[in-house]
């Protein structure tokens, strides 16, 4: 089971990911566990305040490493007791690197993954130097800027909840996500067939099993090179198209521009 444990001053938010949906379900199932960790709890003031003003002045308050370290060991230490011999550390901040699939795929063959979810202007540096030295990873969800940490730990959860074998009713829904082979999604569509004057592409409802694993691939080929060339230019640095998609690919550009 897939130990996670998440740093964090407000707790009741991770209650979205624990009981709803296919991650409440996976749960409910025991395929992961989720132990939580409030940093005020480890402060050793009368307060139990976890935060204080800068050095050098500006907006907004900073985050103590001390109560937050004692936190992270805390968290690193329930999952060895439970099994996880190595657990892998993260600290979700915009400055960290981008998680996309392939790092998906690498935290879902992990035992157990401790994160840290910061607030307010961010945690004293030197506790990320600290943790960074002891092999934690700086991850991002995105360029932007959140509120907190919560909501990008959840998306790693989420993600990382679906590959695990046994969240999904049908085995080959992972495998057909997008991104898995480096391409967006093709479209999809389901009942009536007609829609507002919009009929489903006749393939779809032919039942030739070949030609629409054919449409379909053209269109997450199409799609890719059209709305994210960035993706596209990534998935050609790793290799070339294989001449049936080329041809699939110049297909659909005709297409568009014969629409």
């Known amino acids: 089971m897939l130990q996670f444990d998440v740093v964090t001053l407000f707790p009741p938010m991770f209650d979205a990911i624990t009981e709803s949906g296919i991650t409440g379900r996976a749960r409910e199932k ?152 480096g391409l967006l999604d093709h479209p999809h569509y389901t009942r009536p067939e007609v829609y507002e004057g919009t009929v489903v592409p006749p393939v779809l409802v032919s039942g030739n099993h070949a030609e629409i694993n054919r449409w379909r691939l053209k269109q997450a080929l199409g799609r890719t090179a059209q709305r994210r060339p960035d993706l596209m230019a990534q998935l050609m640095h790793k290799r070339a198209l294989s001449a049936d998609e080329q041809k699939l690919l110049d297909e659909f550009r005709k297409e568009v521009q014969g629409a």
């Open 30 to 181: 025991r395929l992961y566990e989720l132990v939580l960790w409030n940093p005020r709890d480890f402060a050793t003031n009368s307060y139990r305040a976890v935060d204080d003003r800068p050095y050098g002045g500006g907006p907004g308050m900073v985050m103590m490493a001390e109560p937050l370290e004692k936190a992270v060991s805390a968290a690193r230490q329930r999952q060895i007791s439970a099994g996880a011999r190595k657990p892998r550390m993260l600290y979700l901040s915009p400055q960290g690197k981008l998680l996309t699939h392939a790092l998906v795929k690498e935290l879902a063959a992990e035992q157990g993954i401790v994160m840290l979810a910061g607030r307010y202007e961010g945690v004293d540096e030197r506790l990320i130097a600290r943790l960074q030295d002891d092999g934690a990873e700086e991850v991002s969800i995105g360029d932007y800027v959140l509120s907190g940490g919560e909501l990008a730990a959840m998306v790693v959860m989420d993600s990382v909840i679906r590959q695990l074998p046994g969240v999904l009713g049908d085995a080959e829904s992972a495998n057909q996500d997008s991104f898995v082979n």
